[in-house]
Structure formats: structure tokens, C-alpha cells
């Protein structure tokens, strides 16, 4: 099936330095990338949705210049977190939609991020 | 903008059967999905639909009511492993951008006890 390959799993970090994050697709072809943030006990919140070639589309509230994507090619999509605070500190994860399947997405899994 | 409901939490007895409900208000509505999530780990696929009615997948089944805004997720002969957290997800198709957004609602965390 689908692979998503999350990197890293968990990375502490100390405050004001940034943190990137990868996400590959495996064996098909990611024209969509999306990128989710979760605090502990809620649920997945959206925070850009990135096309392979072109700008990041960011959701309300998510300053585009602190979380930088990049979809520069079709199977890996980066979100480097610039600057990072310890209120950054959640779990990222990111979601690639693969088009013709009725169970559409696949996920990464998952990356841990503190920030000291 | 999407406003997705879910119960925060329920609790259920192992061999039960449980409802988890969703609704939903969006605009372009392009099918929705439910995903069981594990603290600390990716979700997991359960559902899919796109149509009204009900689909039927082992011990999890799924119903929508597009007019209504409205889903539930059903779970039966419940295991000690299905507590966890479980997520009504929709999919929108946004015309500005032409692509679709899958967003998550606030998610129900199943606690299962013997």
C-alpha cells in the first residue's frame, strides 16, 4: 500500500533555533501535501496545504513565515519550523492525498516536537 | 470555514455496541472519513463515505446523511483495544483552489472497560 515516511520521529530543540521536517511518498506520486499540528488531547488541526511547484495555501491563524513549506517535488514536502518557542512544542504530521482511492489519504507518522 | 462536532468522550462495556456521532456543516462537501487515532501515533484509516446510506466494514460500520449534515460510526462486539480516540474527518472540494481539504473534527476519545 501507500507509504508516507515521516522524519524525524522526535526532536528536541532548543528555543529560537528552527527544526525541518520531512515527509516522502513512498511509491506514488504526492501532488497534494497536507500538514496537521495536534496538541495533547485535541484533535488534528490544519495548518497548510502544500502543491507540488507552487505557494503553500495557510489556514487562518498560521503565520506562514514562522512554518515554512516547501513541495519542491512530487514525493517530499518539508515544514521547517522557524524560530521555534516552547509553545511550538506539539505533534506534527502530515497527509498525502492520493487521488482514484476511497480510503484517500495517508499519513505520515507522525513527528514529536519539543522545544527547550 | 467548517464546524465539525463530536462528543469529547464516551464510555462503553467490552462486547457492546457504541454510536459516534458527527455533524457537520460545510460547503463543498466531497465525502467523509473516519480515522481511529492512538495517543502518539498517526490515525488509521476505518470509513468512507461519499454517498448517503450506510457502509459496513467487519465490526465498524459508517452512515451519512448528507441533508442532515450528519454521521455516525458504529462499533460493535467492542475490544479492549478500541479505546482510543476516533475522528470524523471532511472532505471539501474548494473551488478557488480546485483541490480538496480533508478537515478533522474535535475527535471522541472511546474509553472501553470490562
Known amino acids: 500500500g501507500a507509504v508516507v515516511s515521516q522524519h524525524p520521529s522526535r526532536v528536541i530543540c532548543k528555543s529560537g533555533t528552527s527544526v525541518k521536517i520531512e515527509c516522502r511518498s513512498l511509491d506514488f506520486q504526492a501532488t497534494t501535501m497536507f500538514w496537521y499540528r495536534q496538541f495533547p488531547k485535541q484533535s488534528l488541526m490544519l495548518m497548510a496545504t502544500?502543491?507540488?511547484?507552487?505557494?503553500?495555501?495557510?489556514e487562518q491563524g498560521v503565520e506562514k513565515d514562522k512554518f515554512l513549506i516547501n513541495h519542491a517535488s512530487l514525493t517530499l514536502s518539508t515544514l521547517t519550523v522557524t524560530s521555534a518557542h516552547p509553545e511550538d512544542s506539539s505533534f506534527y504530521i502530515c497527509s498525502a492525498e492520493r487521488r482514484g482511492s476511497g480510503s484517500g489519504y495517508t499519513f505520515g507518522s507522525g513527528t514529536r516536537l519539543t522545544v527547550v | 470555514g467548517q464546524n465539525i462536532d463530536q462528543p469529547t468522550e464516551m464510555t462503553a462495556t467490552e462486547g457492546a455496541i457504541v454510536q459516534i456521532n458527527c455533524t457537520y456543516q460545510t460547503s463543498g462537501f466531497n465525502g467523509l472519513f473516519w480515522y481511529q487515532q492512538h495517543a502518539g501515533e498517526a490515525p488509521t484509516f476505518l470509513s468512507y463515505n461519499v454517498l448517503d446510506g450506510l457502509e459496513e466494514k467487519g465490526r465498524f460500520s459508517s452512515f451519512l446523511s448528507r441533508s442532515k449534515g450528519y454521521s455516525y460510526l458504529l462499533l460493535k462486539e467492542l475490544q479492549m483495544k478500541d479505546s482510543a480516540s476516533y475522528l470524523c474527518a471532511v472532505r471539501d472540494y474548494e473551488l478557488t483552489g480546485g483541490g480538496n481539504k480533508l478537515t478533522f473534527g474535535t475527535g471522541t476519545q472511546l474509553k472501553v472497560e470490562l
Open positions: 502544500s502543491n507540488e511547484g507552487s505557494k503553500a495555501t495557510y
